[in-house]
């Protein structure tokens, strides 16, 4: 008998007002897997993670997580459980300096300490002092990662991570986000740089128009220029 994946979303439908925009999303995340949601613009990834976290509320489905029902719980519900996400515009506290920032984030018994974090990105230990506002994209980038493992994840979902930063600085946070899958803990991503995700990822689900278009393990997706074209429009 396979052992019940740490996170199963079953079916699930969401709305904007009259607009449904998920209609019928299943994907699993295993202990320790890595997977992305691609698709296109407006496809529904961020309202999948939204769902997920509980910022939204599915109007039919089920989420399950570590085998409970979190569908119906409130967000800050979903993140003492350990579902803990990194939104597109990062939010992180401008006016506290970086240690602040991830001081305030740490949870009673994280096994996650600021060192432990300051050895995954030595940036912010050299900026500990500066500001939030005064860090580059990238360094605000790694702030959020940071202060969402000082909150102890068992899933960390993050949404396009890397978007306008620099190549150099995107290279950095691959191997960032490699070193915290390899510390065990769970990563959903949505990220349009396709380089990006099929170096990270152990699988792929393609989003299309609120529902699963294709499911692939990285190998296949690698291998298949048919589905990239066709979903992706690249290839
Ligand atoms: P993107 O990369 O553009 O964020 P996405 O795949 O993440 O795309 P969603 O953000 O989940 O897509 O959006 C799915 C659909 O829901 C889109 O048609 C979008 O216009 C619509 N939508 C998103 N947020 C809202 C909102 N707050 N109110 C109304 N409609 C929304």
Known sequence: VPVAPLLSV??????????????????RVGDGELVTLLGRNGAGKTTTLKSIAGVMQPTQGQVRFGGEAT????THQVAQRGICLVPEHRGIFKLLTVEENLMLA???KSPWQLQDVYRIFPRLKERRGNGGGQLSGGEQQMLAIGRALMNAPRLLMLDEPVEGLAPVIVEEIVAQLKTIKAAGVSILLVEQNLEVCTQLADRHYIIEQGVVAHEATNAEFLADDAVKDRYL???
């Open 106 to 108: 740490q949870r009673k």
């Open 71 to 74: 569908h119906r719980l409130a």
């Open 233 to 235: 429009g690249v290839g």
């Open 10 to 27: 079953e079916d699930i439908h969401a709305h904007y007002g009259k607009s449904h925009v998920l209609q019928g999303i299943s994907l």
